[in-house]
């Protein structure tokens, strides 16, 4: 018969029983294993040869570093940004809640305190995060407009003689001319990817585009890098609009028995041109 089929029945029957420890309430077993744990071993003193020939086995030591607060500001605003689900609904209400997120996360930062949230979005090239109407929420055609009007003016493309009187109004203008070449077959269509590509990835990220909503550090694709048209971002927009207006009226009849592909591009129609 197999020793094990033996020694199983037997220790079910006499099983082994360890004193505890009063003060502790731990099993002896486990004190003294904790105890060889951490007794240095008698070892014989190792050649140079021998330490030299282990050197690739010893434990690697990791030096820490804390990330900039830039870099971190703009790792934060990229996560509270994109949304969970290609037509997530907004986390804000207005961009006023996510600039207080934006400086209650600051805190945990040890450089922090140094940094100011508005002059940050400034440097980022995102004035409409200053705005506080739900239309200039990120990944919406007015924000998008709005702050490739203002990086155009940036750069010199635009120029207006009282801005301050009338900076809404300019930025959108700008922002209306700038978009209009953005799509496809426009041979100028490059060159506005290439001035505003950060801009245009952020807001790409926000809608939820296909492609743009990788979590940082891998996801800082630029939007130079594709082919993303003004009609892809509009019909996004109209896309999710649509599954919102599916959503609250669950009742209708049209509505339930149309199928609705998410991969379908064109399926809202003609793509929306400015």
Not at 19 to 37: L, Q
Not at 180 to 201: C, M, Q, T, V, Y
Request: charged share 20%; glycine share 4%; hydrophobic share 40%.
């Amino acid at each position: 018969m197999p020793f094990l089929a033996l020694a199983i029945p037997y220790a079910q029957s006499n099983p082994v029983s360890y004193e505890i420890d009063a003060r502790t309430h731990r099993h002896e077993i486990a004190i003294d294993i904790e105890k060889i744990e951490n007794q240095t071993h008698a070892w014989k003193p190792t050649s140079q040869a021998a330490k030299r020939s282990n050197a690739p086995l010893q434990r690697a030591t990791f030096a820490c570093r804390t990330i900039p607060a830039n870099d971190y500001f703009d790792n934060v605003l990229a996560e509270l940004v994109t949304p969970l689900r290609e037509c997530g609904a907004p986390r804000y209400a207005d961009n006023a809640e996510l600039r207080k997120t934006l400086g209650d996360l600051l805190t945990l930062h040890p450089d922090g305190a140094r940094l100011s949230v508005d002059a940050r979005i400034r440097a980022l090239g995102l004035p409409s995060l200053l705005r506080d109407d739900p239309a200039y929420l990120p990944g919406t055609l007015s924000a998008l407009t709005y702050d490739i009007g203002a990086h155009s003016i940036d750069i010199g493309r635009f120029t207006f003689p009282e801005l301050d009187v009338a900076q809404e109004a300019a930025f959108l203008f700008a922002g209306e001319s700038e978009l209009a070449f953005l799509h496809e077959g426009n041979p100028h269509a490059s060159l506005i990817r290439k001035d505003h590509s950060a801009i245009l990835a952020f807001h790409y990220r926000a809608a939820g585009m296909r492609g743009h909503t990788t979590l940082p550090p891998n996801g800082y694709a630029l939007a130079i890098q594709d082919d993303t048209t003004l009609c892809d971002f509009t019909s996004q927009l109209a896309r999710c609009q649509q599954q919102t207006d599916l959503s609250r009226s669950p009742r209708s009849v049209e509505n339930r028995h149309t199928r609705h592909n998410p991969l379908d591009l064109m399926q809202n129609g003609m793509c929306v041109i400015l």
